[in-house]
């Protein structure tokens, strides 16, 4: 975590129910003279202890926002996201209409609430928008470089042409997901994609363009990326230009019950 946050008990509102200390993952709360009390600041911080006391007497300090009291568990209906998921289609043709920032801030926010590895919480968000043109134009550039190993490697390349807007596909946003756990990474970006097209919006995972950023020196240095910082996709996103009549045909699933 990047900043340093303490978890306080009010003594005066714990009831000493244990209900923190049954719940916490790390076995970091005890019960002394019916009152919680915090082994040591050096936990997750992942906030169950806060988030389950029935009297809300432990907060956690050093956080921009409050916790939410939560009335109702939000209703996900079960058929309706299967039914999203199964109807989701890469995108790769957008329409010429801009995507709003309060939109790009609840794609974030979907990214931002995904849990991390030890809740880490180290994935950012680099978004490209009005200036897109510019990481796109250093990205062709070195695509294009490259294109004659790629012809080879990889199956269908020869038959891809590389256009200006090969990696954007004009769509009007594109975020980049940067971490170091590629996992975590990847379930925000899932979590993101999901949001996007709550919106009516469409996506482009693009693995191309998160690879030329890892390995183009000059477009590393343009999106001023840090040693380190390693980006797990990049999330292309606009309205969609195209219309999906039918679901696409999956392959069974390979599961094993043991
Ligand atoms: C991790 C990842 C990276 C991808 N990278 C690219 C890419 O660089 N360019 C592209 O056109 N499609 C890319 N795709 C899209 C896949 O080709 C696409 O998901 C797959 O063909 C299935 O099509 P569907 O998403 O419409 O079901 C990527 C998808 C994933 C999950």
Known sequence: MKYQHIIEVNKDLCIGCGLCKNDCPVNNIVIENKKSVIKNQDCLMCGHCAAICPVSAITLTGFDEPPIELTEKPNL????????????????????????????NQIIEAGRYTPSAKNSQDVSYIVLDKEKAVYEEAAVKFFRKIKPV??????????????????????????MVVTKDKISGSLAASNMALMAESYGLGVLFSGLFSDVANNSLNLRKLLTLKHGDHVITTLVIGYPNVKYRRTVQKEAANVRYL
């Open 150 to 175: 790629a012809n080879i490697a990889v199956k269908y390349s020869k038959e891809v042409s590389i256009d200006d807007n090969f990696f954007f596909k004009h769509a009007p946003i594109a975020i």
């Open 77 to 104: 209906d079960s058929d309706e996201l299967l039914m999203a998921i199964k109807s989701r289609r890469t995108i790769r043709n957008f329409k010429d209409k801009e995507v709003s920032p309060e939109i790009v």
